[in-house]
């Protein structure tokens, strides 16, 4: 219920929008490193393979945002993985845009689930992630930051094979690394 509430005022605050969230030079390589360490034990616990691949990726966001973005992402890609399976978090960069990839060996997404998923308080197979014990929120609230951050983001899920989630974001202007 903390959980549920917590998330509950953190949408409400990014309901509010504009002036409050700054925006700050980021690498999101490193948050990505601190999300998927932080992460580890969890994944261990649950006998799912985390792994990060990439490098160094600046982009200019709200720090806050994009770790709530990743953990909410990595967290669920845990979740809806059973023991044996890999999760794999990308960060990369692609023409104009900074791209994190997560992706995991898990259970999927029914494809009449797909475009639902986003929803506050959706949950697929009612049943089955019950017993997960989430609240449906994670999605939304990722939803939201990458469109508040002029973002966005792709998913790609196929059941019993499991699901890619990509967010792609306007890369930082002042990074001339591979020009
Ligand atoms: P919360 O994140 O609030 O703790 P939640 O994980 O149920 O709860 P969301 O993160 O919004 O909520 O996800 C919504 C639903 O989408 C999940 O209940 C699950 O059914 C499905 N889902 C999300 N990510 C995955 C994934 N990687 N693999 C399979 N199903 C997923
Ligand atoms: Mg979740």
């Known amino acids: 219920l903390l959980t549920l509430i917590n998330d509950t005022i953190r949408l409400s605050e990014l ?11 980021i690498d999101l390589y490193e948050l990505a490193e601190n999300c998927v360490s932080m992460l580890q034990i969890n994944a261990e616990k649950h006998q799912v393979f985390l792994s990060l691949f990439g490098s160094s990726c600046p982009v200019c966001a709200n720090k806050g945002m ?9 967290d669920n890609a845990l979740r809806y993985t059973e023991a044996g399976g890999k999760v794999g978090v990308t960060v990369g960069k692609e023409e104009n845009e900074a791209v994190i990839t997560v992706s995991d060996t898990g259970i999927g997404i029914p494809p009449e ?4 998923v986003f929803e506050r308080f959706y949950r697929t197979d009612k049943s ?26 792709s998913l790609d899920s196929a059941q019993g094979i ?14 001339h690394s591979d020009d």
């Open 15 to 25: 309901d509010m929008t504009e002036k409050t969230i700054e925006f700050e030079d």
């Open 66 to 74: 994009m770790e709530e973005l990743l953990y909410n992402l990595c």
């Open 113 to 116: 689930d797909l475009d639902r």
């Open 128 to 153: 089955r992630s019950k017993e997960t014990g989430g609240a449906g929120l994670g999605l939304s609230i990722v939803k939201h930051a990458v469109s508040y951050l002029g973002g966005r983001i």
């Open 162 to 175: 499991g699901t890619t989630f990509k967010v792609y974001l306007p890369k930082d202007p002042e990074d």
